[in-house]
Every structure is written in C-alpha cells, then in structure tokens.
C-alpha cells in the first residue's frame, strides 16, 4: 500500500505526539506498517488488532481518506424513550405528594401513576430511573430537597 506524503507525515505526528486515543494511534500505525510493505497477518500480530481491523483500515484509507481511516463515523445513539415535555410533567408529579395511602414514591409507582394519568403512553422503570437519576431526585427517601429548587421549562 502506499501512503500520500502528506498522510505519511501527519501519521507521524500523530503517533508521535501521545494525545490521541489508543484505537486512533493504533490505526495510524496499521496504516504505517501496512506502507513499510507488511502483510495483513504481520501487522495484526504487531499492532495487537484482528486482520479484519487491518482490512478495514486499509479499505477506508483508500476509499474515503486518512481521516476516516483513524476516526469512526459518529453514531446516532437511542431514540429518547420521553420528550423533554413529558420527562418535566413526570417530574412535576414526583415533586407532589406521593398518592393517599403510601409514604412516598418509588420508581415502579411513578412508572405505573405516569401511565394511568396519562403522561406517557409507555415507559418502563429504567427510564424512570435514569430520568430521577439526572435530576439527582430521590423520592424514597423523607426527605427530597431536589423539589423545592426545580422549575419546570419553557415549552418550547
């Protein structure tokens, strides 16, 4: 494989200068070797990577550049499970008092009580979790201090 002149050297900054991650550094170096002449085997062996790592880098390099060859695309992560709308309208309803008879919330109440008002269609008790859990809200315990300090966002 051979390598622009202009890749060659910004790959030997890159592996040179220590503040990229391993997976960019390893890749740079995949590529390097691969420009010394050696082998697919050889280089995963050298670099510590599968062949199809090297096979891949190749490919990359020579379809879409040096910069996709080092970088990943970025990828588009999870669907939220709830819009910011109803996240607020389930916290509103958790900063209330819990229902008559119970002493507080809990997670699987406040999944259930979001359901049967309404708030959501759907949601399940990690969601929920999560949710309580950005907000450093916690409704099980006497006393929840997260209340008193929220207000609820604009509608956008």
């Known amino acids: 494989m051979k390598l622009k002149q202009e890749d060659s050297a910004a ?10 991650s391993v997976r960019v550094v390893r890749r740079a170096r995949v ?18 990577v599968t062949e199809t790592t090297v096979r891949t880098v190749r490919r990359r390099y ?26 607020s309208e389930v916290f509103a309803m958790v900063c209330a008092l819990p229902l008559e008879g119970r002493a507080r919330w809990t997670v699987r109440l406040i ?20 949710l309580l859990l950005r907000h450093d809200l916690k409704p099980w315990r006497e006393k929840c201090g997260a209340c008193q300090s929220w207000t609820p966002s604009t509608p956008s």
Do not use: D, F
């Open 31 to 48: 590529l390097q070797l691969l420009a010394e002449g050696w082998t697919v085997v050889g280089v995963a062996e050298a670099v510590g």
């Open 111 to 130: 999944t259930q009580e979001a359901i049967r008002r309404g708030l959501v269609p759907e949601v399940g008790r990690e969601t929920v979790r999560e």
């Open 62 to 87: 020579r379809e879409e550049g040096l910069s996709a060859a080092l970088h990943e695309k970025p990828r588009p992560g999870a669907v939220q499970r709830l819009t910011e709308k109803q996240a």
């Open 11 to 20: 790959l030997n900054a890159l592996t040179h200068r220590g503040r990229e």
